[in-house]
């Protein structure tokens, strides 16, 4: 019955124990068996385990007896807690009720912990605190429920004590759930609506669609179509993830689960979507989710021209499973034919490159990433320029616009100067500092987004002694005074390397781009020069020498006018080279932008 029923979601900031957590509920109501434990269960992704983040949303449906003898039926989400995966989250707590916020006793409150839980407040959610890692020396629950209660303002005085590792407390907290999430309303004998959560390719059932059913009832042999779509599709069969794949007879109101249609066309299945049956439509949709905007872009281009098709492919799958990742055709005169892909983040871009190179075997080179600019021409036109190649010229651009975040960073009192000066130089402005304890500062500066999406994370631990974490959003675009860098090499535009910097920087950037590829690009027959350029004003320049043989070694004295022609036929021959080399650019001079050296 659906009062007997709990949606909840475990939402945290990163290595808070999330994931610990949940393979400790499934070990404790028999889930799973002791032989089928593993860490990080519900992480199926290699990628996920190497890292020990997890990247995708997992559901389970966990049976659960209480004392007094009641079963519950329990569907478990575990979110993901990292910045660029918060679109993840969002999708999850949808699906929710309640919400576990799992805060580590000895970290305390951090970014993502505040970022999350607001998430979980707009959607109006049942929120119980968890005080995880209660076992560890260092861990401190009464200042942290402190934090909780002064940085958040939510009551942590029934916060629950647990230590997910060796299993403490976990019993408290499926008590908790069915005490504190309310069950599912909904109306079972209404006309079906169910929440499309997510999708994903089968290759051999075509989409599987994992659902929240919010009225009505879902059976095999349904006849169903999507409320933005105009096909109808045969239900082939439902069920539950208890972890593994479950048949089931029948989806109601309140459930979570699968339902798989023979949808091949995966672009069908639009995240947010509702479904409805064909024979009794319903009124109005659900409302779905927030359309996610693309922050970071980057090219990705197959090293072997032949991988194109394979390429785009791969890539038509990977957006199916993840649709906050976008890609479009480019081609660039240095690397051929590609892709221009959008991210909601850094992370998300290593994540998306390397699943593609791991699963699909393609060998990739892909750009420095770069954020979306609004540019404003002298005709009044209004142009979202995601790749700095497609800037128009100077003469025709009236202003630019960039990405302006806002970003909260938690760290100790210690370390307020050095997150000061690293958010200055970065052309930061300070918003906000409050102190949320004693030995924890909130610091809330407004950033432009290409300075953060760099090395700013790498740098923010490096001058908090890794303490520090931070979580961004975007506010608005805001106009300053930004120019287009060119690269030649060898009077070349190499298209791939073009960036956009702002005007005081340019040509320290220049030169520090210019020196760092004479490091990464090899010697050659014939001289390489290597320029930076604003518009037709070179800005800097280095040069690569030549390879180049002693042909005056045999010369023992005599005229000089020998020698001297030797060198010059050597010296006609490297220059009829120079006109007809090709210059291999190694994939580490595309990452050379991303280290420039901050001095």
């Not at 909904?186 to 089968?202: C, E, K, V």
């Not at 060119?486 to 791939?496: C, K, P, Q, R, T």
């Not at 090899?522 to 040069?543: D, H, L, N, P, Y």
Request: glycine share 8%.
């Amino acid at each position: 019955m659906p009062e007997n029923v709990r949606n909840f979601s475990i939402i945290a900031h990163i290595d808070h124990g999330k994931s610990t957590l949940a393979d400790r509920l499934l070990q404790v109501t028999g889930a799973i068996s002791e032989r089928e434990m593993k860490a990080q269960f519900l992480d199926n992704l290699e990628l996920e385990r190497e890292r020990g983040i997890t990247i995708k949303s997992q559901t389970a449906r966990i049976t659960y007896t209480r004392s007094d003898g009641e079963t519950f039926i329990l569907n478990l989400i575990d979110t993901p807690g990292h910045v660029d995966f918060a679109y993840e989250v969002s999708r999850a707590l949808a699906a929710c009720e309640g919400a576990l916020l799992v805060v580590d006793a000895a970290q305390g409150v951090e970014a993502q912990t505040v970022a999350n839980v607001y998430l979980a407040i707009e959607g109006d959610l049942e929120i119980i605190p968890v005080l995880n890692k209660i076992d560890l020396p260092s861990a401190m629950p009464d200042d942290v429920c402190e934090e909780i209660e002064e940085g958040i303002g939510i009551d942590a005085s029934d916060a629950l004590m647990v230590s997910a590792k060796v299993g403490t407390g976990v019993e408290s907290v499926l008590d908790a759930i069915v005490e504190r999430v309310p069950p599912p309303k909904g109306d079972t004998d209404g006309p079906l609506r169910a929440l499309l959560i997510d999708s994903w390719y089968d290759n051999y059932r075509g989409a599987v669609m994992l659902v929240r059913v919010v009225d009505g009832q879902v059976l095999p042999k349904d006849k169903i179509r999507l409320f933005h779509g105009e096909v109808e599709f045969e239900v082939q069969e439902v069920g539950f993830f208890t972890p593994k794949a479950t048949p089931s007879k029948v989806l109601q109101s309140g459930d979570v689960g699968y339902v798989i249609a023979g949808i091949k066309d995966v672009k069908l299945t639009v995240v947010g979507d509702t479904i409805m049956h064909v024979h009794r439509l319903a009124e109005e949709p659900l409302p779905g989710f927030e359309e996610v905007q693309q922050m970071v872009f980057s090219g990705i281009f197959p090293t072997e021209a032949k991988d194109f098709e394979m390429l785009r492919e791969a890539l038509g799958r990977l957006s199916l499973n993840d649709k906050s990742f976008t890609f479009e055709p480019e081609s660039s005169t240095a690397l051929g034919f590609g892709f221009r892909c959008g991210f909601l983040g850094l992370l998300h871009m290593e994540v998306i490159q390397e699943r593609l190179e791991r699963e699909y075997d393609l060998d990739l080179v892909t750009t420095a990433p770069t954020v979306a600019y609004h540019v404003h021409t002298k005709e009044g036109e209004m142009v979202v320029v995601s790749n700095p190649k497609h800037l128009p010229g100077s003469g025709d651009i009236d202003h630019i616009q960039e990405p302006i975040a806002q970003v909260s960073v938690h760290c100790h009192p210690d370390h307020v100067g050095g997150v000061f000066k690293l958010c200055n130089e970065r052309r930061g402005i300070q918003r906000n500092m409050r102190y949320l304890t004693q030995s924890r500062v909130e610091i809330v500066y407004e950033l432009p987004l290409s300075e953060i999406i760099f090395d700013f994370y790498d740098k923010l631990k490096t001058v908090s002694r890794g303490y520090a974490s931070m979580d961004y959003k975007v506010i608005e675009f805001r106009r300053d005074d930004l120019v287009r860098l060119d690269v030649l090499i060898n009077g070349e535009l190499v298209d791939a390397l073009t960036t956009i910097v702002h005007r005081d920087r340019a040509f320290y950037t220049g030169q520090a781009l210019t020196k760092k590829l004479k490091d990464v690009i090899e010697r050659q027959m014939f001289e390489v020069a290597i320029q930076a350029a604003i518009g037709t004003r070179v800005i800097s320049r280095t040069t690569v020498k030549a390879f180049r043989k002693n042909v005056t070694a045999k010369c023992y004295g005599g005229d000089i006018s020998r020698k001297r022609k030797l060198l010059e036929k050597q010296k006609a021959g490297k220059k009829r080279m120079k006109q007809v080399g090709n210059v291999e650019i190694p994939q580490a001079a595309f990452h050379a932008v991303l280290k420039l050296d901050e001095s």
